[in-house]
């Protein structure tokens, strides 16, 4: 009897390098087709993202084989209405509130994608102040005024995606116990059910990390620009960035994330533990 031939290690390591490197080819042949693109994602009416080619076709392909790479789960499932509308009502919360900070908006197109991994962890709140004081208005009131439109508006996306983010995390259990509950279910169907859960809850939480990171960076603001263009206008801004608080706290379950000048706190960690 023929003795089975077994790869070396040394075959298996090489083929991890060789897929390694196919992978880095996409993913910068992905980042390179979002510079052409202008690195930023077509936003159409109430902040839901617009098709796009680059972002709907190749960058997914390159973040599905990212996901692979770094073995987190996935699924080859196709999105329940209720999954596609989430992740269209999210686009407008992880993209940067400001709609200059092209960083943050291709960061947040390669997190989307699943090419970067939690990238949200190191971006910085304090761009959101620099790009408005950066802007050039008649007056200098228009920035408070553009802080109490940006929570406003937050206000009114935090309760929409949530609630069906509700529904998702309801339909994500039915489909848990249907597939449980099927004898002759086979491992890969229950590794996309799992994936697809694993997919669902990942949103969810850069979402939730997210409108924590939007709070944090427009009280930043404020307090800047009580230095910069000092305003009795301040007071009405503190009030509606304490009702956006309280959106934020009654949408995600999350205890109270005050972040004030008198009390640092390290939004970084707080994120971490989202």
């Known amino acids: 009897m023929r003795k089975r031939q077994t790869r070396p290690a040394t075959a298996h390591r090489a083929a991890d390098r060789t897929s390694a490197c196919n992978v880095a080819r996409l993913v910068l042949l992905a980042a390179a087709g979002l510079m052409l693109a202008g690195c ?32 987190e789960p996935q699924s080859s499932f196709p999105y329940t209405d209720e999954e ?43 761009r959101y102040s620099a790009l408005l004081l950066s802007d050039r208005y008649r007056s200098s009131e228009a920035r408070y005024r553009r802080i109490m439109d940006d929570a406003a508006n937050d206000m009114a996306a935090i309760g929409g995606f949530f609630a069906r983010a509700a529904d998702v995390a309801a339909a994500d259990e039915a489909r848990l116990a249907a597939a449980m509950a099927l004898p002759d279910i086979g491992v890969s169907e229950l590794d996309d059910t799992h994936g697809r859960i694993a997919e669902n809850e990942r949103l969810v939480a850069w979402v939730t990390r997210a409108v924590w990171f939007r709070l944090y960076a427009y009280r930043y603001a404020l307090d800047r620009l009580m230095i910069a263009t000092p305003s009795a206008s301040a007071e009405a801004v503190r009030d509606r960035l304490d009702a956006l608080e309280a959106e934020i706290r009654a949408a995600t379950g999350r205890p109270p994330m005050v972040i004030t000048a008198e009390e640092p706190v390290d939004l970084m960690e707080i994120v971490r533990k989202a």
Do not use: C, K
Not at 54 to 65: C, E, K, S, T, Y
Not at 96 to 122: C, F, K, N, Y
């Open 40 to 71: 930023l994602r077509p936003t159409g009416d109430f902040g839901r993202a617009r098709p796009s080619f680059i972002n709907d076709r190749i960058l997914p392909v390159a973040g599905r084989q990212v996901v692979g790479l770094n073995r």
């Open 84 to 126: 596609e509308e989430l992740r269209d009502l999210s686009w407008y919360l992880v993209a940067p509130a400001h709609g200059r900070d092209w960083i943050g908006m291709s960061a947040a197109e390669l997190q989307r994608t699943e090419i970067t991994v939690r990238a949200d962890l190191r971006l910085a709140p304090e």
